[in-house]
């Protein structure tokens, strides 16, 4: 009989890293197409490589599934909610190092946003926005800045979380550069969103000036049109360049490739666009949540927006992502470095492997 030393114990698990997406253990072919996605970009994703966009939509339902994206959504939408306040009370601040009126124009810029947000949400933003601008102190306005940057990192790090579940990449990068880099772009994109609602509001003024100096009013009509859309054009480059900052920076991998405009970011945009007003349009007719819920009805319809706005930004990640590994598998099985039953494709069985 062994002495009791000299047995070998059972292999105990190793404890999975939840950090670490990669699929070498599930699936290393499949894992190899995701790591030349991380190591060799396409040029452009308007280039399918050869690959139907029927089969492309097909394997984004199934990644979109398995990346539990719907989970996803909704943590996003705690953190946007979680950031809104301070953010507005912090930015409103900001304004008021320069202008006095600052407040006021805060305002007129986020009336900008009922175009999307629904009403009962929308007013429950300006309320507490001026009721918290109108007690707010030097020393509440540091901790709100702080509190916003600090709630809306958050957020980012979350997103950053996602990409990497998306693109099948283990995150690298030391807590404190991501982190650093999730506040980074995070001041970046308030800026940008900054930007956005201040060229509708820039938009809307001259309009009104045109309106005001120029006695043809055929020509005024004209000048009108045209002002409204080239600032509006810049209103959705600024949007473009938000989803595309995200889509760049949040994902660890290792070659990164800058692109201005994604099927992704299209697809995001135009789905969170018709999203919104869906919802504002079924708020119009079935608006009985203040009924039902009381005050709480606003939080839950700001909440549920937020949610969407979400789920068409990781959306846009996982087209994108399924774009990219469609080429990388098309190179691959050309150059016979994977076997011809491997795909990218989650719900596809994994091939045997080759005795």
Known sequence: MPE???????????VADPKDHTLTRSDPERQRIWDLVANSPLR??????????????????????????????????????????????????????VARSASDIYLRLLEYLAVVVPHDAF??????????????????????LVAALWSASVGFSAIQDTLNSVYKVKETRPYWKARGAAMLVTLLLSVLVTLTLSALLLGTWLAHEIRRHVSNAHASLVYSVCIHLVLDVVAVGMLILLFELIYYYAPDIPK?????????????????FLASLGLRVYLHFFNNFSVTY?????????????????LMLLLGAEINSEIEAAGAERRLKAAHAISPG???????PIPAPVA
């Open 44 to 97: 452009s994703l308007w280039d399918t490589q050869g690959t139907p966009f029927g089969v492309i939509a097909r394997r984004t339902g199934h990644s979109f599934l398995e990346d539990n994206l719907l989970s996803r959504a909704a943590e996003l939408g705690f953190y946007f909610l979680f950031a809104l306040f301070p953010t507005l009370v912090s930015a409103s601040a900001i304004l008021g190092l």
């Open 294 to 310: 009381g005050s709480l009805g606003a939080v839950i319809i700001l909440l549920t927006w937020f949610y969407i706005t979400g």
């Open 4 to 14: 009791p030393h000299s047995i070998i114990p059972s292999a105990v698990p190793a």
């Open 123 to 144: 007013q429950m933003v300006l309320d507490t926005f001026n009721q918290t601008t109108a007690n707010s102190t030097p020393g509440k306005i540091t901790f709100g």
């Open 342 to 348: 491997a795909s990218s494709d989650p719900a596809a």
């Open 256 to 272: 990164k490739r800058w692109r201005w405009l994604t099927p992704g970011a299209a697809v995001g945009i135009a789905g969170w």
